[in-house]
């Protein structure tokens, strides 16, 4: 669970190896930084507001507990930004490289797979309301999902805190990687975090694919049933041609939005986990792979390392389009009507409206 810190290839004999195979390419030193500073201004604006509304909204459901848990997560992983921007770009001093290995390269790592683990939860909340959108819920459920997010940070915590307690060397030169610092317990158990994030990944990708597979199931199922209902219902009073094409076109963008929570995960976190394999091959089994692969296998990572941060960005849209206290309390703090961008949500003057298992699963 590290960023590398390498700032170039040793000089002299290596000169021809570091103006081929340096990680101190364009794509590292600039481009990258300028976007993480564009994500850390947005994202710090857009957390900021959510920490603001969420702390108005009660936790009265599974889901706003989970989602104030993402939203720490993306606070969090939001402050990470501008270490890795001043480490990537050259212009961090030895000190705050090597705090980044110990302690900012951790958080980052530490906030991703709470996210992780609290979109899978999500998804089983999500496909829960959808297969069975009349069970309620008590005191007692709310309880038990606030000890299990506390349990889910206390075991991340103590599964990471080896890494930052075991990265204790001190760097022997100013071009090192976080690995450089580590002790030989320390890169044992950073083996370990990297094979138990592994777990934690996959065993979540395939809840959110199952999930998203009953989920998809049941819409279907329900729309058919709204069919056939419809095209039913034309005696007595049937509904105007243009009242059946506006609330069909509500349904559909509500139908779209319970899918937001499956598509900021395939977009943030599949695309690295499935490049981190390669990459980590790269670096244990050097001799199989030349400098410029290895170089490849950097770059993959870090573009996909960098789809990943886009996590704290893209959360608020699920907090908005998924959540309509959320909506509601960002509404009276913004001084807006109700029905505001309800031609987004598709729910009318943002009232639950639509199907009962839609109307059901809406932040509740």
Not at 308 to 334: M, Q
Request: hydrophobic share 45%; net charge positive.
């Amino acid at each position: 669970m590290e960023r590398s810190t390498t700032l170039s290839l040793l000089p002299g004999n290596h000169s021809h190896i570091n103006s081929t195979c340096s990680r101190d390419n364009v794509l590292k030193t600039v481009l990258f930084p300028v976007l993480y500073s564009l994500i850390f201004l947005l994202g710090l604006v857009l957390n900021a507001v959510a920490v603001r509304v969420f702390f108005r909204i009660p936790s009265r459901s599974h889901f706003i507990i989970y989602l104030k848990n993402i939203v720490v997560a993306d606070v969090i992983m939001t402050f990470t930004f501008p270490f890795k921007v001043l480490s990537d770009s050259n212009m961090a001093s030895t000190g705050l490289r090597v705090f980044v290995c110990r302690v900012s390269s951790v958080l980052f790592y530490l906030t991703m797979y709470v996210s992780i683990l609290f979109f899978g939860l999500i998804s089983i909340d999500r496909c829960r309301k959808t297969l069975k959108p009349f069970r309620g819920t008590n005191a007692a459920r709310l309880a038990r999902r606030k000890f299990l997010s506390g349990a889910i940070w206390t075991f991340l915590l103590i599964l990471c805190l080896p890494n930052v307690i075991l990265t204790s060397k001190t760097p022997t030169s100013k071009y090192f990687k976080c690995s450089n610092l580590k002790t030989e317990a320390g890169l044992y158990w950073h083996e370990v975090v990297n094979h138990v994030c592994q777990v934690i990944f996959w065993g979540n990708l395939v809840t959110v694919i199952v999930c998203y597979t009953l989920i998809t199931k049941e819409l279907y199922r329900s729309y058919a049933r709204t069919k056939s209902h419809t095209g039913g219902a034309t005696i007595c009073r049937a509904p105007s041609r243009a009242t059946v094409q506006k609330s069909n076109q509500g349904k559909r963008k509500m139908n779209a939005n319970v899918f937001l929570v499956l598509a900021v995960f395939f977009v943030c976190f599949v695309p690295f986990h499935f490049a981190r394999v390669p990459y980590t091959m790269s670096q244990t089994r050097g001799v199989l792979f030349d400098c410029k692969l290895k170089l490849f296998f950097f770059q993959l990572k870090e573009s996909t390392l960098f789809l990943s941060s886009l996590n704290s960005v893209l959360d608020p849209l699920i907090y908005f389009f998924l959540c309509k206290s959320f909506r509601t309390t960002l509404f009276k703090t913004l001084q807006l009507p109700s029905g505001t961008c309800s031609w987004l949500t598709g729910r009318g003057s943002d009232s639950d409206s639509g199907s009962t298992h839609l109307r059901n699963s809406v932040c509740t």
